[in-house]
């Protein structure tokens, strides 16, 4: 998967938009961060939970890996771009999306 790639799934999101956040692009939803993708491109970031992220460690290793320290602890999931899939990113992306969205927006939207 390419940085533009995993921008357009990201921004395919309901009310997805892209801005930047320490000099690299970011994914909000009605202003909060649900996605990041690296200044080199190498990676995105998600917005699991703890437990989100362990399935999606389990289910994927070398594609998905808890960020270094206490971020990871949180559920902050890296995905390597270059071992990544649109089948297995887009439900994590829809998943870092639920996490951040307010329940108005969120109700209805099933992930895939």
Do not use: C
């Not at 990201?10 to 202003?31: S, Y």
């Amino acid at each position: 998967m390419t940085p533009d790639q995993f921008r357009k799934l990201a921004l395919d999101l309901p009310e997805a938009v892209e801005d930047e956040h320490h000099d690299h692009p970011d994914f909000r939803v009605r202003g909060k961060i649900f996605a990041t993708l690296s200044p080199d491109g190498v990676h995105g970031v998600l917005k699991l939970d703890p437990e989100q992220q362990a399935e999606h460690l389990a289910a994927a290793p070398g594609v998905f890996e808890a960020v270094p320290g206490g971020w990871g602890a949180k559920g902050y999931t890296r995905v390597v771009l270059k071992k990544a899939t649109k089948k297995l990113v887009v439900p994590a992306l829809a998943l870092a999306w639920l996490n951040t969205a307010p329940k108005s927006l969120s109700r209805d939207f099933e992930v895939e």
